[in-house]
């Protein structure tokens, strides 16, 4: 059974800064892609930010400059440093994982619980 399960939620005043943790647990043999996806209330889930397993990464236009995404291969837990945070970051935000499991030659989807991010103004 694999689980992601996020943390570093909260509520904090705009300007300020966030670092939220997804840990992947369970029996994996690999991580491709990892990413951040968030959703805002009335709103459809959208894309943050992307981490290949080298290490290569990708933005939504909205929080490049501002968002950083990491992982640590070695512990299969990727982080999302938020800077300069906006209201409009308000949101529950998701982490996504490709997994392959063992013995197997495709890759699963797997989603986190989601953790709640509040900016206020």
């Known amino acids: 059974q694999v689980q992601l399960v996020e943390s570093g939620g909260g509520l904090l005043q705009a300007g300020g800064s966030l670092r939220l943790s997804c840990a992947a647990s369970?029996?994996?043999?690999?991580?491709?892609?990892m990413g951040w996806y968030r959703q805002a209330p009335g709103k459809q889930r959208e894309y943050v930010a992307t981490?290949?397993?080298?290490?290569?990464?990708n933005y939504a236009d909205s929080v490049k400059g501002r968002f950083t995404i990491s992982r640590d291969n070695a512990k299969n837990t990727m982080y999302l440093q938020m800077n300069s945070l906006k209201p409009e970051d308000t949101a529950v935000y998701y982490c996504?994982?490709?997994?392959?499991?063992?013995?197997?030659?495709?890759?699963?989807?797997?989603w986190g619980q989601g953790t709640q991010v509040t900016v206020s103004s």
């Open positions: 996504n994982a490709d997994i392959r499991l063992p013995g197997k030659t495709f890759t699963y989807g797997y």
């Open positions: 369970g029996s994996i043999a690999s991580i491709n892609v």
């Open positions: 981490i290949t397993t080298g290490g290569s990464t």
